[in-house]
């Protein structure tokens, strides 16, 4: 099992090149695969969630010819898929497992779809609901409608739906078994959530209306394969913007990062708490990107995050989490019940931890208080196999006042496997501008990084404390 040990800086002065959307890679294999003709993807996201939806798309008959671990040209089979030879593994990815249901729904055939032992607790019953009442038979294996999951796919019948939660992932698998429905689809949303499914349909020619809160899709229509660029993972940047916005003097550029409203949210959330951060859309393509830029870092003061906003910022919520316990006063998170069904029970998961870099939480049923600006000490955490918590604790570590271990690293692959190393540049280029060293060093520092199992436990004060 992997761990990270990860050393304090005191300084960030970076430029990132992050990696491709999780959400839209998904979705461009799972509709250029089912489309009509070549799409092809440039920018795609080589991360193990992603690749199970490609690997689903492949075992369902889908050619694709691979150009680099990037870029992909996708062969779509115009609607009609191959039954499956075997079970879908569909890993950790609740993206993976929730839109193929909806997709394999309007085949004629019975697909099983499983995964990993947290996909295995996550709830089906969202799906199964709308995609029972449009004629499908789906099937749970676990316990209280959990994976495995089984579709017996068929003729579908159109519905009009009004989702009980903000669900990009449910509001995806109802569009996706829509468009293979005799007639309209209607599905309302109690609040916007993110668009990609809509805006990748209408970018593949769909007959769909996709309005703020409810959205008509017309089922039967062709589908065209056409040529994509994924994105910067604007999930993934949130990780570094929190760093260097926490960071006194820090400085960061991301280029080409997606910026998508629906996904934007913690930008706002950022600079309610003090932060300058400079947003610059360059590419109005069928989903916007552009640079973002820190120039300056410092304090950040607490705030209230909730309601509506939730949604455009669920994955980030342990990050923000994070950037609660290094501001000034109280940050509060409300309504973010969702969090507890996600990788892990991200309330107690990130409660649990931040109390154990020191930081004082009130834990609620669906967000938290977090009492920050106090010193943060180094911390032993685990991941408990959700790669953000992973992510999440190895940036707060940054700020502690020795090395931390992060164990349980391996699930970071899930959504940024270049992680470690833009971890490690951007602590080389603290002890680089530090200390004005050599290349050497700086690549001694790297190793020291990414160096996989260490022995020694965290607080182990060796000479790297600072
Ligand atoms: C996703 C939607 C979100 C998000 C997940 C990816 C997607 O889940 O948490 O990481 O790609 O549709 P929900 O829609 O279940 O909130």
């Not at 075997?86 to 697909?111: H, K, M, W, Y």
Request: charged share 25%; glycine share 10%.
């Amino acid at each position: 099992m992997a761990e990270l040990k990860v050393h304090p800086i005191r300084r960030i002065d970076a430029e990132l090149e992050i990696p491709g959307d999780k959400s839209i890679s998904h979705r461009s294999v799972i509709l250029g695969g089912f489309a009509d003709g070549e799409t092809r993807i440039t920018g795609f996201l080589p991360s193990g969630d992603c690749l199970a939806s490609l690997a689903a798309m492949q075992a369902m008959g889908v050619e694709i010819d691979t150009i680099d671990r990037t870029s992909y040209i996708v062969h779509g089979r115009g609607g009609k898929l191959r039954a499956p030879a075997e079970s879908l593994d569909c890993g950790n990815s609740g993206t993976t497992i929730r839109l193929l249901a909806g997709l394999v729904a309007g085949q004629p055939f019975t697909t099983r779809m499983f995964g990993d032992a947290s996909l295995s607790k996550r709830p089906m019953k969202r799906i199964v609901d709308p995609l029972t009442t449009m004629g499908a038979i789906l099937t749970c294996e676990g316990e209280n409608l959990r994976p495995p999951l089984v579709v017996k796919g068929g003729a579908l019948k159109p519905i009009h739906y009004k989702m009980p939660v903000a669900s990009a992932q449910l509001k995806s698998a109802i569009l996706l078994a829509g468009l293979q429905a005799n007639g309209q689809t209607v599905v309302e949303q109690p609040e916007v959530c993110r668009d990609h499914t809509e805006r990748m349909l209408q970018h593949f020619g769909a007959s769909i209306r996709p309005g703020e809160k409810r959205i008509e899709i017309y089922g039967n229509t062709t589908l065209n394969g056409k040529d994509l660029h994924v994105p910067g993972d604007f999930s993934s940047a949130a990780f570094w913007l929190v760093a260097a916005a926490a960071m006194p003097g820090g400085r960061l550029v991301l280029n080409k990062i997606g910026l998508n409203p629906t996904r934007t949210a913690l930008l706002n959330v950022l600079m309610r708490m003090g932060a300058q951060i400079k947003e610059n859309v360059e590419c109005n393509d069928f989903e916007p990107y552009g640079t973002l830029r820190i120039e300056e870092g410092g304090k950040l003061k607490g705030t209230t995050i909730g309601g509506e906003e939730i949604p455009n910022l669920i994955d980030e919520l342990p990050i923000i989490a994070v950037a609660g316990a290094l501001a000034e006063g109280t940050t509060i998170i409300k309504d973010a019940q969702e969090l507890r069904v996600k990788e892990s029970d991200r309330i107690a998961t990130v409660a649990h931890h931040l109390r154990e870099f020191g930081v004082t939480v009130d834990e609620k049923p669906d967000g938290m208080i977090i009492y920050g600006g106090n010193p943060i000490r180094s911390a032993k955490v685990e991941s408990r196999h959700d790669h953000r918590i992973a992510m999440a604790f190895s940036i707060l570590a940054l700020f502690a006042d020795a090395p931390s271990l992060i164990e349980d690293t391996d699930c970071i692959a899930t959504s940024y496997p270049t992680f470690e190393q833009h971890l490690a540049q951007v602590v080389a280029g603290d002890v680089a501008g530090k200390f004005r060293i050599g290349a050497s060093l700086v690549n001694k520092v790297k190793r020291l990084v990414k160096s996989g199992p260490q022995k020694k436990a965290a607080n182990d004060e060796t000479s790297e404390k600072e």
